[in-house]
């Protein structure tokens, strides 16, 4: 039997495609494409028999040729505060994590972008593990309809939604995986679909400069960056893209960044490690560095994973760092580490998935055909 194809993901147009393709008529195709976006991003349909008004036939024929197949969910944990985490997986190898943070005026999904991730950031846990590979839009929504599935967060235009923000923040560099993730994020996003403003919907970056202005023209998301450290000496050790793209660029991506005001400002994620980063002069520093950009700060204290080469910062140390910033006009809540009993926490995702070497890849598929007698009938 052929593979159904998998709807979600595919903009209006591919799906238009998919459907002509299936024998849909040409002229029902735009009422055809509305109907299956609202009930697949509205309503949270997860098959085609729940779409109670389309005619039976055509029903048939959508679960002939289609399917609305979420990840597979590997585990589901739940903290004692109230996170959330699964680990999602969508093929051999390929698993990843999600993470839902309720709070009081809000809920926030942190969505993961890659398997694994190029950076190497020194205090982030995902930064062990070596890339597998890019998500696809698929998997990446994939992510926000298994949270709003178990949520119950269905229809995405009611009031009241469990699911207020999402932030690519969990797992990889979204501006690594820039086509997908804006993808993914156009479905997020649309007001037809699942509606999210844009102004709740955060992309984080380590600081890929040349994709910022991108990301501003073209996904039109707010904007995060992975800062962490004040001096380009101290950034090369713990942000090694910092190499690649120093502070300064960096700073003038941020001071261009298309849609940023008063109103939208960029967030600047700031870890908190003990005697590296958290100086009183490193804050200082740091208003300085942001001077002139619409900023808020966000201070991370540092979370920590087995084998992890840093401390987080003294609480006391915290907070004064925090009042020198709040005193130089900037917001700077101290982000309140949630999820850390279900390793749930800033930086501390990842997953066992490892990219197989080719050559492991033969070995292991020689081994399979041995197993299944097909080797024996091959000349040698
Ligand atoms: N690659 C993107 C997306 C990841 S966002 C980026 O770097 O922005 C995850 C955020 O958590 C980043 O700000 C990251 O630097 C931060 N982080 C990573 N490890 C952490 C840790 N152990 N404790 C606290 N924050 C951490």
């Not at 002939?64 to 903290?79: G, I, K, W, Y």
């Not at 694994?116 to 990446?140: A, M, S, W, Y």
């Not at 679909?193 to 501003?216: C, D, E, H």
């Not at 804050?283 to 992890?308: E, H, M, S, Y």
């Amino acid at each position: 039997m052929e593979k159904r194809l998998l709807l979600i993901g595919l903009d209006r147009e591919a799906l238009k495609t998919a459907l002509a393709a299936s024998g849909v008529p040409a002229k029902s195709l735009p009422m055809r494409v509305n109907q299956l976006w609202n009930w697949i991003y509205v309503h949270g349909a997860r098959d085609f028999a729940a779409m109670t008004n389309l005619a039976k036939d055509f029903r048939g024929l959508l679960e002939q040729n289609f399917s609305l197949d979420r990840p597979e969910v590997v585990t589901a944990q739940l903290s004692e505060d109230g996170t959330r985490k699964w680990l999602l997986k969508t093929g051999a190898g390929i698993e990843f994590e999600t993470v839902y943070i309720p709070e009081a005026d809000r809920g926030t999904l942190c969505v993961s972008s890659q398997v694994g991730c190029t950076l190497t950031c020194r205090f982030c846990h995902t930064g062990t593990q070596k890339l597998v590979r890019n998500l696809n839009p698929d998997e990446i929504l994939g992510q926000i309809l298994i949270a709003k599935d178990t949520l119950e967060d269905w229809p995405s235009t009611a009031p009241g939604r469990k699911v207020t923000n999402i932030v690519m923040m969990g797992m990889g560099e979204p501006l690594y995986n820039f086509d997908h993730v804006k993808s993914a994020l156009a479905i997020a996003m649309d007001g037809d679909a699942i509606a999210m403003s844009k102004r709740r919907v955060t992309l984080s970056t380590a600081g890929v400069v040349p994709m910022i202005p991108r990301a501003g023209n073209e996904i039109g998301s707010s904007l995060a960056i992975s800062l962490h450290a004040v001096t380009d000496e101290i950034r090369d050790q713990i942000v090694p893209i910092n190499k690649k793209y120093p502070i300064a660029e960096l700073m003038e991506a941020c001071r261009t960044y298309p849609g940023a005001s008063n109103a939208r400002r960029i967030t600047f994620e700031y870890v908190m490690l003990k005697g590296v980063n958290d100086s009183l002069a490193d804050a200082r520093a740091l208003v300085k560095l942001v001077a002139g950009i619409p900023a808020k700060i966000n201070l991370i204290p540092f979370n920590a994973w087995p084998g992890a080469p840093y401390e987080c910062s003294d609480w006391s140390q915290i907070e004064k760092f925090a009042e020198i910033v709040n005193k130089a006009g900037y917001a700077s809540p101290v982000r309140t580490p949630r999820g850390r009993d279900i390793m749930a926490a800033c930086g501390q995702l990842k997953s066992e998935s490892v990219k197989e070497r080719a050559s492991a890849r033969l070995a292991a598929e020689k081994l399979a055909d041995v197993q299944s007698g097909q080797l024996a009938r091959m000349p040698h």
